[in-house]
T-cell receptor, first 116, second 108 residues
Framework: GAVVSQHPSRVICKSGTSVKIECRSL??????MFWYRQFPKQSLMLMAT?????????EQGVEKDKFLINHASLTLSTLTVTSAHPEDSSFYIC????????????FGPGTRLTVL | GQNIDQPTEMTATEGAIVQINCTYQ??????LFWYQQHAGEAPTFLSY????GLEEKGRFSSFLSRSKGYSYLLLKELQMKDSASYLC?????????FGSGTKLNVKP
């Protein structure tokens, strides 16, 4: 199957700082990437959908100015959590789709964000 | 809105069969995926249903009824390593909406 990586896998930061998370499709070109957030013992919540070269589409209730998404190439999307607060602590997972691989999404290993 | 329901938790015995149900009401439907997720890890793909009926893949099978908005994942010959959360996800035209997940506990 297709491989998606995320970096970093774990990050701890102080309240008020910004954190950037990278999502890369390693062996295929992802026309679409998705960002999810998962709180403990809950399911994945779709935050936004990004297509290469265009603005991300955010789900209702997700602040686009707080969660900046950039999809600059067919293999890289970044999520920046700006002015992070403790309530932003969560497990962030990206997925990628496209590249002639049908409509299946391939998930990255996730990034554990802890905001102190 | 999107409404996808699964039981929160189930317990079964090693070697047994377990069925995990998923009901959905979504604004669009292009297919339904089942994923397995171990704690702190990313989901891994198990199955995909587009048409009504049963899809079998080894010890795992998945069923879909589009008219009823219903799917189930069937796990046979349960093994201890099958202890995990199982997530159903509706593909709403390339946007995935996940159920809350069912935590499966497999006991010896």
């Amino acid at each position: 199957g297709a491989v998606v990586s995320q970096h970093p896998s774990r990050v701890i930061c102080k309240s008020g700082t910004s954190v950037k998370i990278e999502c890369r499709s390693l062996d295929f070109q992802a026309t679409t990437m998705f960002w999810y957030r998962q709180f403990p013992k809950q399911s994945l919540m779709l935050m936004a959908t990004s297509n290469e070269g265009s603005k991300a589409t955010y789900e209702q209730g997700v602040e686009k100015d707080k969660f900046l998404i950039n999809h600059a190439s067919l293999t890289l999307s970044t999520l920046t959590v700006t002015s992070a607060h403790p309530e932003d602590s969560s497990f962030y997972i990206c997925s990628a789709a496209g590249g002639g691989l049908g409509n299946e999404q391939f998930f990255g290993p996730g990034t554990r964000l802890t905001v102190l | 809105g999107q409404n996808i329901d699964q039981p929160t938790e189930m317990t079964a015995t090693e070697g047994a069969i377990v069925q995990i149900n998923c009901t959905y009401q979504t604004s669009g439907f292009n297919g339904l995926f089942w994923y397995q997720q171990h704690a702190g890890e990313a989901p891994t793909f198990l199955s995909y249903n587009v048409l009504d009926g049963l899809e079998e893949k080894g010890r795992f099978s998945s069923f879909l009824s589009r008219s009823k908005g219903y799917s189930y994942l069937l796990l046979k010959e349960l093994q201890m390593k099958d202890s995990a959360s199982y997530l159903c996800a509706v593909d709403n035209f390339n946007k995935f909406y996940f159920g809350s997940g069912t935590k499966l506990n497999v006991k010896p």
